[in-house]
């Protein structure tokens, strides 16, 4: 079944503790990203890859931080989290980054509590 | 710049009732234009699309038509059910594959 996978699903953690939230996908796509959704706000886009090794930064990168080494894995990294990080995240994927017709696919999304 | 304005929720409709759910954008270029669907605890699934203008994306009975003209892509349904419950995101998407999500849009129908 073709989808994007993220994990954990809810993570509850404090100020300052580094964590990862890991995002795969099994559809061969080039081009994945991060979002953050928070009531009244949509979602914003938060880093974004056009394919391996090549990252840039979306609308609210701070705090943030991704990589992308291999084609099927994007993970964020929140290297000091504060309770501003708070909130919903999307991971995504796309088949290209040059065709702007291409669907986006979502994962089921992370709920991150920050103390 | 890209942006997408959205019409404030929730909305609550009794079962067959007519669904308008406005969406408005200012974009740069020729972006492709979509509706995104929520349903409860899950992510987000593509609605429909329409990719030029007079364009016209349909999928379950939803129907939104590209108005250059008007900038608008008003996402419609003649007859909603309880299942069409969920959270409407309008968004655009430009030739760097970036999307532009409005705020979303709560539907509530009751039977």
């Known amino acids: 079944e073709a989808q994007v996978t993220q994990n954990p699903r809810y993570l509850i953690t404090v100020t300052g503790k580094k964590l990862t939230v890991t995002c795969s996908q099994n559809m061969n796509h080039e081009y994945m990203s991060w979002y953050r959704q928070d009531p009244g706000l949509g979602l914003r886009q938060i880093y974004y890859?056009?394919?391996?090794?090549?990252?840039d930064k979306g609308d609210v990168p701070e705090g943030y931080k991704v990589s992308r080494k291999e084609k099927r894995n994007f993970p964020l990294i929140l290297e000091s989290p504060s309770p501003n990080q708070t909130s919903l995240y999307f991971c995504a994927s796309s088949t290209s980054y040059y065709y702007s017709s291409y669907e986006q696919y979502f994962g089921p999304g992370t709920r991150l509590t920050v103390t | 710049g890209n942006s997408v304005t959205q019409m404030e929720g929730p909305v609550t409709l009794s079962e067959e009732a007519f669904l308008t759910i406005n969406c408005t954008y200012t974009a740069t270029g020729y972006p492709s234009l979509f509706w995104y669907v929520q349903y409860p605890g899950e992510g987000l699934q593509l609605l429909l699309k329409a990719t030029k203008a007079d364009d016209k994306g349909s999928n379950k009975g939803f129907e939104a038509t590209y108005r250059k003209e008007t900038t608008s892509f008003h996402l419609e349904k003649g007859s909603v059910q309880v299942s069409d419950s969920a959270v409407y995101f309008c968004?655009?998407?430009?030739?760097?594959?970036?999307?532009?999500f409005g705020t979303g849009t709560r539907l509530t129908v009751i039977p």
């Open positions: 890859s056009m394919n391996v090794e090549v990252t």
């Open positions: 968004a655009l998407l430009t030739g760097a594959n970036n999307l532009f």
